[in-house]
């Protein structure tokens, strides 16, 4: 055996269409692209969505609904999940700075406390909103919320 009688197994790899080639191989002339036209022609490439001049969907299809530029949104954090995270780290005190460390929220997040779950340690919490079951958990264990003002950092 040697470099020039290495060929792979049978069938491992397609034969694939060699255009172009004169022809006697069945795929010169036109190389299977056709006769005139914008996709016969080297470089052709079609925008996004093109459907050969006919409307496209994305423009047939109507506008719907609304969406609110003043729209302000919240990383919701359950007490459950804090309950996890005082278990973990043995905080006493939760902050936004705290959940972002954690991988719970992104850097720029507004977080919002949410109800699920329960909380047994008295812990502080920090954050920008709370829903009021959240603020009943929290307060039940003996904590304290303290929201954060959304333009501060």
């Known amino acids: 055996m040697n470099l020039s009688n290495l060929t792979p197994a049978s069938g491992s790899r397609k034969q694939r269409k060699r255009v172009g080639r004169g022809e006697g191989s069945g795929h010169g002339g036109t190389s299977t692209r056709g006769h005139k036209g914008a996709k016969s022609r080297s470089g052709y490439k079609s925008k996004i969505g093109f459907e050969g001049g006919q409307m496209p969907l994305q423009r047939r299809v109507p506008k719907f609904g609304f969406t609110n530029p003043n729209r302000v949104e919240y990383k919701g954090i359950n007490v459950d999940t804090l309950q996890a995270l005082i278990e973990k780290t043995g905080l006493k005190a939760v902050t936004p700075a705290d ?19 329960e909380l047994t340690t008295g812990v502080e919490v920090s954050a920008h ?9 929290i307060e039940g264990a003996g904590g304290k919320c303290s929201t954060i003002d959304r333009f501060e950092k």
């Not at 909103?129 to 958990?137: G, H, L």
């Open 129 to 137: 909103q709370f829903s009021k079951s959240a603020t009943a958990a």
């Open 99 to 117: 959940l972002v460390a954690n991988g719970l929220a992104g850097k720029h997040d507004l977080v919002k406390i949410l109800g699920r779950g």
